[in-house]
């Protein structure tokens, strides 16, 4: 599996983004997929996840502000993010997780996003 992430920008506060990332490969309903991220001098952080059937987790400080969706027939997931705020800014990265065999994990390539205050 290859993921491929898409749609990172600018954007002022208060702003909206979606970013995207298609999986290449077979079987996408197999897996976990979700969105980390990572800011400047930060470690990785975990943003939102959903599973094939459609049930959500979100980090609570994006609560009410992100969501996260998938479309599995485009092998595709989203994260519309919208009321940005300046910590919002970083880099974003797409996880996909097995179910069944967690050692099938991949990574996204990242895509950035940046807030301006």
């Known amino acids: 599996v290859q993921l491929q992430a898409s749609g990172g920008g600018s954007v002022q506060a208060g702003g909206s983004l979606r970013i995207s990332c298609t999986a290449s490969g077979r079987h996408f309903s197999n897996y976990l997929t979700g969105w980390f991220r990572q800011a400047p001098g930060k470690e990785r952080e975990f943003v939102a996840a959903?599973?094939?059937?459609?049930?959500?987790v979100y980090v609570d400080s994006v609560k009410g502000r992100f969501t996260v969706s998938r479309d599995n027939a485009e092998n595709t997931v989203y994260l519309q993010m919208n009321s940005l705020k300046p910590e919002d800014t970083a880099v974003y990265y797409c996880?996909?997780?097995?179910?069944?065999?967690?050692?099938?994990?991949?990574w996204g390539q990242g895509t950035l996003v940046t807030v301006s205050s």
């Open positions: 959903i599973n094939s059937k459609r049930a959500t």
């Open positions: 996880n996909a997780v097995h179910t069944f065999y967690g050692d099938l994990n991949y």
